[in-house]
Each structure stands twice: as C-alpha cells, then as structure tokens.
C-alpha cells in the first residue's frame, strides 16, 4: 500500500530535550516536505527537499533540522525543543511539485507537545 | 512567510445544505489545490486547479480557479455528515513551494 508513514505519532517532553521525528514514503518519490499545523494558522512549510542530499528551508524553519541521506526517508529533527514548537507536525511526499499532474500525499501527523 | 486568506474560518450547516468557501491572496498562482483533513489524519487531495478561469467537478464538490489566479472557490452541494472536516486550499507559484491557506473548519449537524 502506498503510505507516509511518520512516527512517532504522539510525544510529550520537555524543553532542550533532541528529538527526531521520522517520515518514511514508499512510493519512490523525489519530492518530500514537512508542514506545522497550528490552529487559525493552517499549515506551514518548515523544511522540503527536491531529491536526497538536496533541502531547503520552508517559511518557518528555524528551531528545527532535516537531513536527506536516502530517498525514501526525511527526519525531522529539533535539536533543543521549545514550548512554542508544540504543534502537530505532517509530513508529505510527492513524485515531483513541478508536474501538473501531481499530488502530494500526507502522512497521518505527529502531535508534538514541549513542556 | 506568505499564507492565504481563507473564508469563512468555520461554518456550521445542517445536513442538506450547500456550502462555499474561497481563498484569496496577493500574490498570482499558477496552481490552486483544494485539501481535506479528517479529524484525527493527514490532508487529502480533493481536487486540483491549473488553468484561470478553470471550473471542476468531484462528485458533490465544485471548485474554480479565479480569472484574476489570485483567488479561488470550492462549493460543496447537498451537505452530508461525512463533510465534517477542515478544508484548506492550496496555490503553486513555482516549482517547490505549496503555499496553504489558514483552513475553514466544517461542521455537519444532521
């Protein structure tokens, strides 16, 4: 079956404390991304990457790091977490952005609480 | 960060009901997309938009892309309970950016 997985799905924890959010997409597809849903705010785009090795920051990616060392996996990582980065977080893949006929698939999101 | 305006920001409606929604923005996109979040998952693909002026159809959902490219809107006709959800567009301005509106929450009262 055809899926974003992301795991894990929930996590409380505290302030400082690295944490790493995985994604893994197995539709061979070159175009990944990571969004924060907030409420009023909608989704925004923390970090994307085109193709491994190659990421670019979204409109909110500070805090946060990602790293794209095989094609099918994108980690999220926080490397010292705050209270204001409690969000939940999806993740989402697509063949390509640029073609017409694409459609980017999200995972099932994680709820990330910083206390 | 750009973000899109997205109306009404929540929408109660009984069952049977039509409902509209838009998006607008100040900026000119060459592709609008129209999402659909369940509670509890991620955003589905609902229905995508690549021509101004463009008008489709999926199922009991009808979105246009605006002449102007700087707006869109998504009808939904005959509401059912199952339309509960957040609905969010979408517009693609080049290649690598998706740029999401702030979402319209529906609920469904049977």
């Known amino acids: 079956e055809a899926q974003v997985t992301q795991n894990p799905r929930y996590l409380i924890t505290v302030t400082g404390k690295k944490l790493t959010v995985t994604c893994s997409q197995n539709?061979?597809?070159?175009?990944m991304s990571w969004y924060r849903q907030d409420p009023g705010l909608g989704l925004r785009q923390i970090y994307y990457?085109?193709?491994?090795?190659?990421?670019d920051k979204g409109d909110v990616p500070e805090g946060y790091k990602v790293s794209r060392k095989e094609k099918r996996n994108f980690p999220l990582i926080l490397e010292s977490p705050s209270p204001n980065q409690t969000s939940l977080y999806f993740c989402?893949?697509?063949?390509?952005?640029?073609?017409?006929?694409?459609?980017?698939?999200f995972g099932p999101g994680t709820r990330l609480t910083v206390l | 960060g750009q973000q899109l305006n997205q109306s009404p920001q929540s929408m109660f409606i009984q069952e049977g009901e039509d409902v509209s929604m838009n998006c607008t923005s100040s900026?000119?996109?060459?592709?609008w997309l129209w999402y659909k979040q369940d509670p509890g998952e991620g955003p589905v693909l609902l229905i995508a938009?690549?021509?101004?002026?463009e008008l489709t159809s999926n199922g009991r959902l009808t979105a246009q892309f605006g002449i102007t490219r700087k707006d869109s809107f998504l009808n939904i006709s005959a509401s059912i309970p199952s339309d509960v959800g957040i609905y969010f567009c979408?517009?693609?301005?080049?290649?690598?950016?998706?740029?999401f509106g702030t979402g319209t929450r529906l609920q469904v009262f049977p």
């Open positions: 989402a893949s697509s063949l390509f952005l640029a073609s017409s006929t694409d459609t980017q698939y």
């Open positions: 539709m061979n597809h070159e175009y």
């Open positions: 990457s085109m193709n491994v090795e190659v990421t």
């Open positions: 900026s000119i996109f060459n592709t």
């Open positions: 938009l690549y021509k101004a002026g």
């Open positions: 979408a517009g693609q301005y080049n290649t690598d950016k998706l740029i």
